[in-house]
């Protein structure tokens, strides 16, 4: 469409000198004062990883000020390529822990997992009949449960474990908590036994709205696995539902 500027999204990583003297922070503020959409995340190895998305010419900008660096920072090379656009709407931090989640198993009229995810000072609840699954082709049922306080979370009983815990990193495109409220929200577990991105989907309104949990393809995904079967026991007592003394895992 005439007038529209040309846009453009590039991927970025920055060796050197780059984690801890705030080169990730003043990278933050550069792309918010571009108007740049995307994201930033410290990576193991040292080195600084970008995702940048938008007007074409704001985008050259901030793979310009990649190869500079900020004041404190030392850029030695940076690997820049043209991907395709994620659509997000913020340009945030990644690999940043949103804070804790549990996956607990339950026995009520019949058993059942619960999903905890810690949303500022409570745990948004949601009901997983089957459990969770490592496999992108498996869409699990979520119902809603609400709310609870987050202490009393990683508690056991006769009658409900602790099959899974860690922390998680919001993703996706849109700002929490507004993903959960629009009904689409993008995730990262670093759990025991459940690992990479998921999302829950809303399909339904109401009390107990529906939702669908699917594991995203990722180097985590394993297809055609059943890690419900495959790894029953609690990552607390090694205990399986139903049994009272250590079980296997």
Request: hydrophobic letters at 40%.
């Amino acid at each position: 469409m005439a007038g529209t500027p040309a846009r453009d999204a590039i991927r970025a990583v920055v060796h050197g000198a780059v984690q801890g003297v705030g080169f990730r922070e003043a990278t933050i503020r550069r792309a918010l004062a571009l108007g740049v959409t995307g994201w930033v995340r410290n990576e193991d190895d040292g080195s600084v990883r970008v995702h940048a998305e938008g007007p074409r010419e704001a985008v050259a900008e901030l793979a310009a000020f990649l190869e500079r660096g900020s004041r404190a920072a030392r850029v030695d090379a940076v690997e820049l390529e043209h991907v395709g656009f994620e659509g997000h709407e913020q340009f945030a931090v990644r690999g940043v822990s949103a804070g804790r989640f549990v996956v607990r198993e339950h026995r009520a009229s019949s058993d059942h997992f619960d999903l905890l995810l810690q949303v500022g000072g409570t745990m948004r609840s949601w009901a997983i009949p089957k459990g969770p699954s490592m496999d992108p082709a498996v869409k699990r049922l979520a119902l809603e449960t609400g709310e609870r306080a987050a202490p009393g979370a990683e508690l056991e009983s006769d009658d409900a474990i602790v099959w899974d815990r860690g922390s998680y990193e919001q993703g996706g495109r849109v700002p929490w908590p507004q993903a959960l409220e629009r009904g689409h929200a993008v995730f990262v577990l670093h759990g025991r036994k459940l690992r990479g991105g998921f999302a829950l989907q809303r399909t339904g309104e109401g009390e107990r709205a529906r939702w669908l949990l699917v594991k995203r393809r990722d180097e985590h995904a394993r297809p055609g696995s059943d890690v419900v079967a495959e790894r029953p026991g609690s990552v607390l007592s090694d205990r399986v539902l139903g049994e009272r003394g250590a079980s296997r895992t």
